[in-house]
């Protein structure tokens, strides 16, 4: 849903581990989702997508899990690194709509 | 294939000037959007285009603002008669009919 202000919620994860990184979306008619990584100063990121017809997806590093029943997705990075340090947003879709973008996660990397 | 265009990257006002944001969507994209940012906020929706059609505008403010996406040209932002209060960065991305938006860099306003 809609940024409402709030502060960041943030997550610190030791270099090497794995990181998971929560959003939960507002329509369950949304039938697309992306995640995207905002480093400071610049614009997000494309990280990942999934459509509503899949419930897990794999790119290099990351994975995407989507539970429709709940309304949630999240985003594991595996062996995260110091590059990895940034805002994740994710983003959902309705086709034909604008996205909707989640509040946010500020993920911490500490070496 | 450049990515998504948006300049000027800074743009400085005083209160009560005009502020025009550009964006030049990647190549064959026919959507664009607008989102605003304030620091440590998330990307809050303003309004989403079409070549020549404005079809969602629930985000932007009923006053002072307006957006446009040409038949020829980029989409433009239009902010008339700025306050201190239009000071955030603006983002533009585009978009296939159905696909990965994919965002310019920002437009960093700051009104003096």
């Known amino acids: 849903g809609e940024s409402v202000g709030l502060h960041l919620p943030t997550l610190s994860v030791q270099e090497g581990d794995n990181s998971i990184i929560n959003c939960a979306y507002s329509?369950?008619?949304?039938?697309?989702f992306i995640w995207y990584k905002q480093e400071s100063g610049k614009g997000p990121q494309f990280i990942i997508d999934?459509?509503?017809?899949?419930d897990k997806r794999q790119g290099q590093r990351v994975t995407v899990l989507l539970n429709k029943t709940v309304k949630h997705l999240s985003l594991q990075i595996a062996a995260t690194q110091p590059g990895d340090s940034a805002v994740y947003f994710c983003?959902?879709?309705?086709?034909?709509?604008?996205?909707?973008f989640g509040t946010g996660t500020s993920l911490t990397v500490i070496p | 294939n450049a990515g998504v265009m948006q300049n000027p990257r800074h743009l400085v006002r005083r209160r009560g000037q005009e502020a025009r944001l550009r964006c030049s969507p990647m190549?064959?994209?026919?959507?664009v959007y607008w989102y605003r940012q304030l620091p440590e906020e998330g990307l809050k929706f303003m309004v989403y285009l079409q070549k020549e059609n404005i079809i969602d505008e629930s985000g932007m403010p009923k006053e002072r603002f307006s957006a446009e996406f040409p038949k020829e040209g980029p989409s433009i932002l239009r902010i008339q008669q700025v306050v201190r209060g239009d000071s955030a960065a603006y983002f533009c991305a585009s978009s296939l009919f159905q696909g990965v938006a994919f965002f310019g860099q920002g437009t960093r306003l700051t009104v003096v």
């Open positions: 999934i459509r509503s017809n899949m």
């Open positions: 329509n369950s008619a949304s039938d697309y």
């Open positions: 190549k064959g994209h026919s959507h």
């Open positions: 983003a959902e879709n309705i086709e034909g709509n604008q996205f909707y």
